[in-house]
Nanobody, 116 residues
């Protein structure tokens, strides 16, 4: 059974940092386009960052460019999201996603709260 398990969320003050992890089982993340999404209360789920399987190129939402970095460790079958200079508006549940033609998997989410 495919599983994506996020970890690393928590409560952090504005300006702080967190590193999220997404550990995959039963799939090889190197064969999927991997992404982080987030959903804040009362808002739709939005794409935060992606890393493309073909060439490892990355894409970011404008709201996180220059602050967040997506990466993957194929040997550990794990994806990461380094989040720096966090803002209260980054507060959300963060989900990892593995996607390729006809297949898409989601993790259960990890809560990130940015507050003083």
């Amino acid at each position: 059974q495919v599983q994506l398990v996020e970890s690393g969320g928590g409560l952090v003050q504005p300006g702080g940092s967190l590193r999220l992890s997404c550990a995959a089982s039963e799939i090889k993340i190197s064969t999927y386009d991997m992404s982080w999404y987030r959903q804040a209360p009362g808002k739709e789920r939005e794409l935060v960052a992606s890393i493309i399987r073909v060439d490892g190129s990355t894409n970011y939402a404008d709201s996180v460019k220059g602050r967040f970095t997506i990466s993957r460790d194929n040997a550990k079958n794990t994806m990461f999201l380094q989040m720096n200079s966090l803002k209260p508006e980054d507060t959300a549940v963060y989900y990892c996603n593995a996607d390729r033609t006809w297949l898409s998997y989601w993790g259960q989410g990890t809560q990130v709260t940015v507050s003083s």
